[in-house]
């Protein structure tokens, strides 16, 4: 017995040794898998509550269940990472992986997907948000291909949220009103004064009295408390504004296959999600505000609608010229958004 107790002593060893090893390999195991899961930052410029914090949140959530926890996202909302204007080239140089940018606060740089800024007419942020990844899946232009373009999404049309009630187009003369890109070319055109600033800027410029409203899509009267102050809704349903997320290439380049393919699969999927979202949110938010803080809604006469119609017209020509200069096709381009807005936006 005491001999083969010896001879086996090595054995008993080596078992206890690779038990305790089995052991220690089981602890770590949860360890390994965390350590392996790749977290990547994801910056936002407005608060939290509003749609593009929104869409992000269910990215993040999305991309996190389609890994089985591979990829988290860490989200940094409200310019915590990134602001307005430097997220573009944030994202571009690696300070975050990712980011979502608002077209309109970089004049000049998106000659084709800032077709989206003119009055064409969208009705709705699902349509416009599905024509804008459409054309862009089309076309892949040569303006992202600094970035991965993760998504695409658009505004709801813009209207005038005022201190004062705007029954006419007359009334705009002279009035400081916040608008960025599109829709400040809009304000000028039909002769208010627009002030150009990041949404994440206005509240406050409107506190000190720099405005005296804002033209743009009504989840801003909840999302901003806005019905607040701003107790007169005029209903123009002008331009929408294109909004997109962009991913740093090399970050990009080092994704595995697998990751790159849920991120791909996601793309269109996301854009229409955050226009059913927003379109949805518009409704909730003129409903709260009416309740809350007593809105008015002011419908302008269908001949002031059309007056401005044709004041705007000229924005889609000077598009064209600025576009067709930087070697886009633009009536080619223009013709395929209009076949797109008819096919979405029903
Ligand atoms: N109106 C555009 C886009 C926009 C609409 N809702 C939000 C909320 C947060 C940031 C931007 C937007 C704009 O003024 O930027």
């Not at 944030?90 to 990712?98: K, L, M, P, S």
């Not at 804008?132 to 892949?140: D, E, N, T, V």
């Not at 960025?180 to 800027?201: H, I, Y």
């Not at 102050?229 to 997320?245: D, E, H, R, S």
Request: hydrophobic share 45%; proline share 6%.
């Amino acid at each position: 017995m005491k001999a083969h107790t010896r001879q086996a002593t090595p054995a008993r060893k080596a078992a206890r040794f690779l038990a305790a090893a089995l052991l220690a390999a089981a602890c770590l195991l949860p360890g390994v898998a965390r350590a392996q899961a790749l977290t990547l930052s994801y910056a936002n410029f407005p608060p939290a509550p509003t749609f593009p914090c929104v869409q992000m949140e269910r990215w993040a959530e999305e991309v996190r269940a389609r890994t089985q926890g591979k990829v988290e996202i860490q989200t940094y909302p409200g310019s915590t990472l990134l602001g307005a204007k430097n997220m573009w080239s944030g994202v571009i140089q690696g300070q975050a992986d990712i980011g979502c940018i608002s077209m309109a606060y970089q004049p000049g740089v998106f000659p084709m997907m800032n077709v989206f800024e003119q009055p064409l007419g969208f009705s709705s942020a699902t349509a416009a948000s599905q024509a804008l990844w459409a054309l862009y899946a089309a076309h892949k232009p040569e303006e992202f291909s600094r970035v991965k373009v993760l998504t695409l999404f658009a505004s709801a049309p813009s209207n005038i949220m005022c201190k004062e009630p705007v029954t006419s187009l007359d009334q705009l003369k002279g009035m400081e009103l916040r608008g960025s890109g599109g829709a400040s070319q809009v304000l000028e055109l039909l002769g208010a004064t627009p002030v150009s600033m990041p949404a994440s800027d206005t509240p406050e410029a409107l506190q000190k009295g720099l405005i005296k409203g804002v033209l743009s899509s009504f989840d801003w009267l909840k999302d901003f408390n806005f019905a607040e102050y701003l107790k007169y809704q005029t209903v123009t349903n002008f331009v929408v504004y294109p909004f997109a997320v962009i991913m740093n290439l090399d970050k990009w380049n080092a994704l595995p296959d697998d990751v790159k393919a849920v991120f791909d699969g996601l793309s269109a999927e996301q854009a229409e999600w955050t226009g059913r979202y927003l379109d949805a949110h518009v409704q909730e938010s003129l409903d709260w505000s009416r309740e809350k803080y007593g809105i008015e809604v002011i419908e302008l006469p269908q001949a002031e609608l059309d007056k401005a119609e044709a004041a705007l017209a000229v924005m889609i020509d000077a598009w064209k010229k600025s576009a067709e200069a930087k070697g886009v096709p633009a009536d080619q381009i223009l013709a395929e958004v209009k076949a797109l807005r008819q096919k979405y936006d029903k």
